[in-house]
Structures are given as structure tokens and as C-alpha cells.
């Protein structure tokens, strides 16, 4: 595109921006993201209230208020254990996803490195996992970074071929939190077995979503977020199976059978555990209900927006996402605009989206880059309305039809003058001119 044909395109969109922003602004809001994070639910709130302002103790106190607060700890603890099939001892109180992995990572790297220093992870890893490999890399670590296919599902027989007799542990997602891609947890798990390697999953976008039992699963270490299940931000836990090794990375006091310091969050390890046990008696409820409204928008969108596709397994999939691309469309512009007129969605995973680079998820399952930009997160919870969904696909609808007409890649394409390999996406497959750099699903 040149220079000018750019600057065109960006005047116009602002001036789209900005009519469609005064028309809109008093409409109320529609809540399409809850994979970024979720509101704390109001009986959540009561069990934290309490902490807050009477029973406060901290728990390493030894007068009567802090054995108050070590009792509620650990029945919280227990809650939280028998919910998904855990000892009590297998659970840690973290800080949240983002700790939970970092600890999993570099404590049971740390605690097992005389057996090797060789680790696995998956492409399609949370920030929070790849950050922590890559930390691993520059202390002398050797990491292997398996691929996936084009729903972005790891192979567990890329799993067996890539373990070796150094290495020390492989991590892959339970479910992705951009394209909602659900892992074969337990067969990697049983690869891993096999050949005496930790494995760990970050199942944050999992919990709430799909029932979890830590037997079932076959991981030794399980990371977990209170936000993503109607508790605060800033709590989580990490399951680490009896028997697994793994060295504290923070230095403090004795806290958390001295494996992890810091005073323990009371108020917010109580809506956690109430949130926990919630999440797991409701998922399957919720499942079905939000399958049935992913299945709507995905028949909605494809049917109604032409070059336009859905990323991800249609079947391994979380019931509450889905991930579209739409071609010759920029997703920050989609984003702003479907904002302004009352819909809260994502381009990618939150932690990402100041950034101008395309996904690494996206790219991972083979988008050419130019597809990546067009991406848009939709994801369900438990107060999204399905009656919401024709309003979501109407507004899209407009705002896709806009931004093509005021796109010169789009009216280039029109003319036939794309001289680069380019690809037209239709439905769930996409097809390529020139079948030349281009992705088929
Ligand atoms: C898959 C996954 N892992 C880890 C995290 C980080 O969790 P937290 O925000 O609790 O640090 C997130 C948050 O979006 C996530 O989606």
C-alpha cells in the first residue's frame, strides 16, 4: 500500500471513529471479553467483606485471631483440594496465573537440574510461560519449542519425539486463551509419565470452562487464576502433585510449607475457594449454554461477512470463544469501533494488545500476518445474553462493510491489482489465489 493510499485510510477512519462515537456514547456496554477477566459475583464479595473487617488475622499470629485465620486458611485450602480431586497439601496460594507459572517453571527447573537442562513448551504458550522459558534460556537452559497444526493442537507424539534423556520438564496449555484450543492434557501427560518427565499445564482458561480433576489430567503441576472465574485479580494457586520436586523462587518466611512466601491473601484465598467450588459445580451447565451461543455467532458471522473465517477447532474448542479473522480489515480499528458502539471484545490475549505485533498464536497456526491484524476475540460468560448476539452480528456486519470500503488493499483487491499472494477467506477454509503463502484448513 503506499504511503498516500495509507494516510487516506487513516483520516477516513478516525472521521468514521469519531461520528460513530458521538451517536453511541450514552449505549450501554456488552461484555464480550471474560477471557481477559471476569466480574467478582456478589457472593463472592460477602466472603471477602468478612475478612477484610473482622476476621483479619493473619495467620502465622499466634493469639486467638490469627488461629481463627490459619483454620479458615486451610479449610479454604481444603475446599479448594476436594473440588478438584487434590490433597490439600498439593495446593499453593499464588498471586495469580502469572506467578503460578513462573514458579511451576523455574522451581521445578531449579529443584531438578541434575538430572538435565533440557525443557519443552508449546508455540501457543501464554506470555506468562514463554517469559519464564525464555528467562530459563538466558541462564544457560536449552528449550524446544514444539509446533502446532492449523486448529492449534500439539501433537503428543511430538511430545514423545522431542523429550530426551536430559530433559526435566515439558509445559503445554490446557486451553488456549486467544483461540480457545483445547489440549490433549492427558495423553501428553501419560507421553510424559512414561519417560519420567514433569509436566505442567496452565489450565487458567480451562478452570470455569471444563471440569477439572488433577487425577484425571495426569499433571504433576496445574496453574490456576482467581479473575478468570468471578474472583479478584491478584489470586491464584498452583497444584503440585505430592512427590514432585520444586524450589521456592522468592525468598521470605515460612509461609506455604516454606515453598512460598509472603503473608497469605485471607480475603482473597476466601473468595477463591468459593469461586473454585462455583466454577466447578456449574461448568457443565454453563458449557452447553455457551456452546450453543458460540455456535449462533460463528453461523451468524460466517454466513453473513464474506472472507471471513473462524481460527481454532470447531470441536476441541472452550465453550465460551471465538476467534475470527477478517480479511482486509485492521482488528485494533474493528475493536475501537465495535467499542463505540457498545461491545466490549479483543484482538488477542489482553496482555498483548498494546502491541502492534500480529499473535504469536495466530501465527503459530499458519496466518499469513496480513490475517493476524483482522483477528477479533469474542469470548462468552455467565451473564452473556444469546439475545446479544444478532445486535454483535449486525454491528459487525456494518463496521467490517465500512472499514473494507474505506481500505485501498480492499478496492486493489476489487480491481484484481493484489499483485502479492494473497488469501480470500471463506467460511471456516481459506482459499489462495496463488496457493502460494497461504494457510488451508
Ligand atoms: C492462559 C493464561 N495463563 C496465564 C495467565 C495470567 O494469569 P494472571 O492474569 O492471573 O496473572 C492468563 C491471563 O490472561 C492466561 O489466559
Known sequence: MSIEKYNIFIVNYYRMYDKVKQMTDTKKKIYLDHAATTPVRSEILDVMMEHFINNFGNPSSIYSRGVEAKRNLENYRKDIASS???????????????????WAIKGSAKANIKKGRHLITSAIEHHAVLNSFKSLEKEGWEVTYLGVDNYGLVDPDDVRKAIRDDTVLVSVMMANNEIGTIQPVAEIASVCKTAKVIFHTDAVQALGALHIDVKESGADMMSFSGHKIYAPKGIGFLYVRKGVKIASILDGGGQEKKKRPGTENLPYIAALAKAVVIAQNECCEMSDRLTSMRNDLFNKVLSRIPHSRINGSREKRLPGNANFSFEFIEGESLLLLLD????????GSACTSGSLDPSHVLLAIGLPHEIAH?????????DSDPDDIDGLVD????????????????????NGKLSEPHCMLTGDSSYCKSNEGCIRV
Do not use: H, Q, W
Not at 86 to 101: K, M, N, Q, R
Not at 340 to 347: D, F, I, T, V
Not at 395 to 414: A, C, G, Q
Open 84 to 102: 478438584i480431586n487434590a490433597l490439600p497439601e498439593e495446593i499453593f496460594f499464588v498471586s495469580g496465573g502469572t506467578e503460578a507459572d513462573n
Open 340 to 347: 463505540s458502539m457498545g461491545y466490549e471484545c479483543s484482538s
Open 374 to 382: 483482522g483477528s477479533l476475540r469474542v469470548t462468552f460468560g455467565k
Open 395 to 414: 454491528v459487525l456486519e456494518v463496521i467490517v462493510k465500512r472499514l473494507r470500503d474505506m481500505s485501498p488493499l480492499y478496492e486493489d483487491f476489487l
